[in-house]
Each structure stands twice: as structure tokens, then as C-alpha cells.
């Protein structure tokens, strides 16, 4: 099944500049979803699917649309 990943912030960096990519998932949790993707679920401060808050071990169904963003920081 395919799932749509978008990424916001930094978190970019971690897939080789790409912020969308379609992934194959199949009955994984997003935390493990971002560990393939060598994101640092340290880095994340909030996720989403299909623009509803989601915990990191939900689980996204075909078709869905995980967006990730980061922690921010500064000051």
C-alpha cells in the first residue's frame, strides 16, 4: 500500500532533500516509517494523518497523507 510522507522544517535533510515522496507501507507505524527514513523521532514535534493529529504509532492506511513537522527552536 502507498502512503504519501510530507515533511516540514529540517526534516528534509535526513531524505536526501526530498520534502513528498510516496513510500510503501505495509501495516507499519509512522515511527517506524520515519526510522526507514533515518528521520530522529527526536526531531519530531507533531504528526498528522490526513490532517488529523496522530501518535507516532498509528498506523496510516493506503491512500493516506502523514505529514511530519519538526520541533522548533530558536530565540
Do not use: C, F
Not at 533515518?38 to 519530531?44: L, M
Not at 494523518?49 to 520541533?71: H, R
Amino acid at each position: 500500500m502507498k502512503i504519501k510522507i510530507k515533511l516540514y522544517g529540517h526534516l528534509y535533510w535526513y531524505t536526501d532533500k526530498k520534502k513528498e515522496m510516496e513510500i510503501q507501507a505495509r501495516q507499519k507505524s509512522i515511527e517506524s516509517i520515519l526510522n526507514e527514513l533515518n528521520i530522529p523521532v527526536g526531531e519530531i514535534a507533531m504528526v498528522t494523518i490526513n490532517k488529523n493529529k496522530a501518535e507516532l504509532n498509528a498506523l496510516p492506511q493506503a491512500g493516506d497523507l502523514v505529514e511530519v513537522y519538526p520541533v522548533i527552536g530558536g530565540g
